[in-house]
């Protein structure tokens, strides 16, 4: 599942104790003075309730950039950061969703290596730092992973190498070990650049868009983790290029998908009925106008209401109300800074639903805008920047 709120939940209780997750830096940096605690420390900062990853991608040794969360909705960051990740990067933008992800759990943190075709998992240690588990980089088992679908213990992984692209599975060990899941793999056809995978919230059902062939994979997931293809499977596109995709959080048998190459002004959105076995049906009047350039990255808010979805080629969020049967009505749209706006990525809210944290990947920062129901606005003091060198690629929150 994409949403966890496991850390922010421990988060919540770290008035309480000190062993949970995060609750040292709420209590040190979120109010350190009225907690007894010695230092410079200032007492105006709002409470760290969380934190924000971003999968570096950086070029050679792969980093992961780490941030306080504070309940405003800001960011600073975190001492230490960037993490090592143990794999490699590329050094350049990744044109996939979720290429980060957090386990079920929330214990660990799952990233793409493009660079070296592998997947390294991190532990979320107790102050919020990720840290490479033991053993815990292994292979994609194909060319150039991309995006992590996770689902409880199971996991797949989309492989968008130009030769030998493929969707292959793997089991999530207690401690954060990867093994690969026998019989999983799903070869594709060469050149069809697989850019996001992701399961249903109940994870009966498996996707992955194909922006190279304009195509849309679906299956069923077995018990045993395998996948079967779903009848019609896979389904032409709406649209040329589709690219990010998201489940309706409150009706796991809705999905929409974003078209990003029909051109400029031409973006759309497409909306799709889930049956049990997978197959995918239009919902009526899809595919929904978006009115803008390349629509890439899709997030949906917690209460299935809104969807947001990220114009990489145009600089904003366009922003639709989701009816009950999940027709789409357009909103408007939401510019995101001058400096970051186009190439702007991934996108994904904050557990409580209140923050938008927007990848700007070509700038090498992390957008933060408050969200009201439909209405995004960004914070003041937002992008906060990454390191030097950072291309990132996906982002969580807990």
């Given at each position: 599942?994409?949403?966890?709120?496991?850390?922010?939940?421990?988060?919540?209780?770290?008035?309480?104790?000190?062993?949970?997750?995060?609750?040292?830096?709420?209590?040190?940096?979120?109010?350190?003075?009225?907690?007894?605690?010695?230092?410079?420390?200032?007492?105006?900062?709002?409470?760290?309730?969380?934190?924000?990853?971003?999968?570096?991608?950086?070029?050679?040794?792969?980093?992961?950039?780490?941030?306080?969360?504070?309940?405003?909705?800001?960011?600073?960051?975190?001492?230490?950061?960037?993490?090592?990740?143990?794999?490699?990067?590329?050094?350049?933008?990744?044109?996939?969703?979720?290429?980060?992800?957090?386990?079920?759990?929330?214990?660990?943190?799952?990233?793409?290596?493009?660079?070296?075709?592998?997947?390294?998992?991190?532990?979320?240690?107790?102050?919020?730092?990720?840290?490479?588990?033991?053993?815990?980089?292994?292979?994609?088992?194909?060319?150039?992973?991309?995006?992590?679908?996770?689902?409880?213990?199971?996991?797949?992984?989309?492989?968008?190498?130009?030769?030998?692209?493929?969707?292959?599975?793997?089991?999530?060990?207690?401690?954060?070990?990867?093994?690969?899941?026998?019989?999983?793999?799903?070869?594709?056809?060469?050149?069809?650049?697989?850019?996001?995978?992701?399961?249903?919230?109940?994870?009966?059902?498996?996707?992955?868009?194909?922006?190279?062939?304009?195509?849309?994979?679906?299956?069923?997931?077995?018990?045993?983790?395998?996948?079967?293809?779903?009848?019609?499977?896979?389904?032409?596109?709406?649209?040329?290029?589709?690219?990010?995709?998201?489940?309706?959080?409150?009706?796991?048998?809705?999905l929409f998908v974003s078209n990003a190459h029909n051109g400029s002004g031409l973006g759309t959105v497409?909306?799709?009925?889930?049956?049990?076995?997978?197959?995918?049906?239009?919902?009526?009047?899809?595919?929904?106008?978006?009115?803008?350039?390349?629509?890439?990255?899709?997030?949906?808010?917690?209460?299935?209401?809104?969807?947001?979805?990220?114009?990489?080629?145009?600089?904003?969020?366009?922003?639709?109300?989701?009816?009950?049967?999940?027709?789409?009505?357009?909103?408007?749209?939401?510019?995101?800074?001058?400096?970051?706006?186009?190439?702007?990525?991934?996108?994904?809210?904050?557990?409580?639903?209140?923050?938008?944290?927007?990848?700007?990947?070509?700038?090498?920062?992390?957008?933060?805008?408050?969200?009201?129901?439909?209405?995004?606005?960004?914070?003041?003091?937002?992008?906060?920047?990454?390191?030097?060198?950072?291309?990132?690629?996906?982002?969580?929150?807990?």
């Amino acid at each position: 599942m994409r949403k966890h709120t496991y850390n922010a939940a421990r988060l919540a209780l770290g008035v309480a104790t000190l062993a949970t997750a995060g609750s040292l830096s709420f209590l040190v940096i979120g109010s350190a003075n009225a907690n007894g605690v010695t230092g410079n420390f200032p007492t105006n900062v709002s409470p760290v309730v969380g934190h924000v990853y971003l999968d570096d991608n950086t070029v050679g040794a792969n980093t992961i950039g780490a941030f306080y969360r504070h309940a405003d909705g800001s960011l600073s960051p975190m001492p230490g950061s960037p993490f090592p990740a143990g794999g490699a990067g590329t050094g350049s933008g990744l044109a996939s969703q979720g290429a980060l992800q957090l386990s079920s759990d929330g214990r660990y943190l799952l990233a793409v290596d493009a660079g070296s075709s592998q997947i390294s998992v991190l532990r979320i240690l107790w102050d919020g730092s990720p840290q490479l588990v033991p053993g815990g980089v292994v292979s994609s088992d194909g060319p150039t992973p991309v995006s992590i679908a996770v689902h409880g213990d199971l996991v797949y992984v989309a492989n968008s190498g130009a030769v030998g692209p493929n969707l292959t599975g793997f089991t999530l060990a207690p401690w954060g070990q990867l093994q690969p899941l026998a019989g999983s793999t799903v070869a594709l056809a060469n050149g069809s650049e697989p850019d996001d995978v992701l399961f249903n919230s109940i994870g009966t059902a498996l996707v992955g868009n194909l922006t190279g062939t304009s195509q849309i994979e679906s299956f069923f997931v077995k018990g045993n983790g395998l996948l079967v293809s779903a009848p019609g499977s896979p389904l032409t596109a709406q649209g040329l290029g589709p690219f990010g995709s998201e489940f309706r959080p409150t009706d796991p048998f809705q999905l929409f998908v974003s078209n990003a190459h029909n051109g400029s002004g031409l973006g759309t959105v497409s909306a799709f009925d889930v049956a049990w076995d997978g197959a995918l049906s239009s919902i009526t009047g899809s595919p929904f106008v978006d009115g803008q350039t390349a629509p890439c990255w899709v997030e949906i808010t917690h209460d299935g209401q809104f969807l947001f979805t990220v114009n990489t080629g145009s600089g904003d969020i366009s922003r639709y109300w989701i009816a009950p049967n999940g027709t789409l009505t357009l909103v408007g749209s939401t510019p995101v800074g001058d400096s970051g706006g186009v190439g702007a990525v991934d996108a994904r809210l904050s557990p409580d639903g209140r923050t938008l944290y927007v990848d700007e990947s070509r700038i090498g920062a992390v957008g933060a805008f408050a969200v009201n129901g439909g209405n995004l606005t960004e914070l003041p003091g937002s992008p906060t920047s990454l390191p030097t060198g950072a291309t990132p690629a996906g982002v969580v929150v807990n």
